[in-house]
Every structure is written in C-alpha cells, then in structure tokens.
C-alpha cells in the first residue's frame, strides 16, 4: 500500500496481529522492507507491525535532491499521523538507526522503544570519504554497479559464499534502488548531528552490532553515549546483521522488547 507523505508516496505494509502495540521497522541503504522478513515471520504473533520503504528505496518514490536525516524522521512522523499511530517500539538498521536517533530526540513522545542495530550517529572524515566514489559510481553507471561490493561490505566472505540465495535477493534490492533515492539518503550519512547530543535520549534502547561491522565502532559510540543502554553485539556478522544472523538478531529483539511492552 501507499501514502501520501510529506509530497511523497511511499510504499508500506501492516502485518501482525490487531490491537497488539506497534512496532515499526526501518530499513537500509540501498534495501526495501523486505530485508525484514525473518523478523517479521517471528514476530507477527505478538505485535502489530509496520515496515516501509524509505523515499527512493523500494516501492517507494524518489524525490529529486539531498535527503537531510530529519526529512527522513518527519517521513516516519508523517506516516505514523497517517496510520493513525500514536506510539510504537521502532526498529531500524544502518540509516533506519540515524532515523531512530532522530526520533528520540525530536518525538521520544511518539516512541515506546527503539533497536537501534549497525548504525552510527556522526559522520567523521574517515567515513565520509569513501561516499564520493560510490556516488560517481551509481550515478555514471546504475546501481548494478555497486552490487558486489556493497555485498562484500555489508557480509561476512563465510556468509556470502554459504548462502548464494540471500545474496541474489539483496543483490536485486541494491540493483532496483532508485539513484536519486541512494545518492539523496547518501546525503543524510554524510551529515548526521546527532552524537554530541545522545546523552539526551531518555527513550529504552537496545544497540546492537555485527562483529564484522563496518559501523561497529559507531555503534558502540552510540551505545556509551545513551544512558542506560543495552548493548549486544552478533557474531559472526557484518552491516546487515538481522539477515547473516536472522535468529541471534530476532532472538535479542524479542527479549528487549517484552520487557518494554506497552
């Protein structure tokens, strides 16, 4: 389904079980909602659950231009009064993390807990660097270009070469991203404000990490910077983590989130 959001359709799903509290997933870079599915399969029985394609990923549109990270949040914003959702536990991996971070420092009222999983809350120059080429990249030869290196970035060489399935489905998820949408959500990663004021989060939080990360240090930035924070790291794992270890990853989720279910 879609809706109208801030001047953009953008593509979302409800599953889960009725009257159950919400829980919101976000995803990726570069990746649709259905990087969520073992999750979600897990996951149905108890919570009532929404998962969306961020604008230019997925059955989402792509807006021409930059993509700040608080445009990011107020699509999140806007699609929770659209829905009707006052409040949800909110889930979110790499870019959907930095969303989450701008939740809870903007709408912690809108916001019963957050995972947030292999992401970072600054955009330090050794981070910034490698974007420029991944740009040119995409925007001289389509995405298809940047499938097998992404793919060697985000999983662990064992996981790669054990499950050829998993990596032609994020493989087509990476090849079928609009280029405006990656190089506007390339913009948020390179600008991201947020570190200096996470002592301020007062919302329950779970980090979580991949041992074999390549956020793995910004995460665990995030983690000491939040106040009462769980962390919890997964390994063997790379970026995407809830993919190379769907049950390790679900299995910490369920425990945090009946603790805080509201």
Aim: glycine share 12%.
């Amino acid at each position: 389904m879609k809706a109208t959001v801030n001047g953009v359709a953008l593509n979302y799903r409800i599953e889960g079980r009725g009257g159950a509290p919400w829980l919101t997933f976000s995803n990726s870079l570069a990746t649709n909602m259905g990087m969520w599915d073992d999750q979600v399969a897990a996951l149905k029985d108890d919570w009532r659950i929404l998962r969306y394609d961020k604008r230019g990923h997925g059955g989402s549109d792509a807006t021409s231009g930059d993509y700040p990270i608080e445009m990011l949040v107020a699509d999140v914003i806007g699609l929770w009064d659209t829905l009707g959702i006052k409040r949800s536990h909110f889930v979110g991996l790499s870019i959907g993390g930095m969303t989450g971070f701008g939740l809870a420092l903007g709408h912690a009222d809108r916001l019963l807990s957050m995972c947030l999983c292999c992401t970072r809350a600054d955009s330090p120059p050794e981070y910034n660097a490698a974007w420029p080429a991944r740009l040119a990249t995409a925007k001289e030869k389509g995405m298809a270009a940047l499938v097998d290196s992404t793919l060697e970035r985000w999983f662990s060489p064992g996981f790669r070469a054990r499950d050829k399935a998993a990596m032609r489905r994020m493989g087509q998820m990476i090849e079928t991203t609009s280029v405006p949408g990656y190089a506007g959500c390339a913009y948020a990663l390179q600008n991201l404000p947020y570190l200096p004021r996470l002592g301020a989060i007062k919302t329950p939080t779970l980090c979580r990490g991949g041992s074999n990360d390549i956020l793995l240090e910004g995460t665990r930035d995030a983690h000491r910077a939040i106040a009462g924070s769980i962390y919890v790291e997964l390994g063997p794992a790379g970026h995407i983590a809830n993919v190379e270890q769907p049950e390790q990853f679900t299995a910490a989720i369920a425990a945090f989130l009946g603790k805080h279910r509201a």
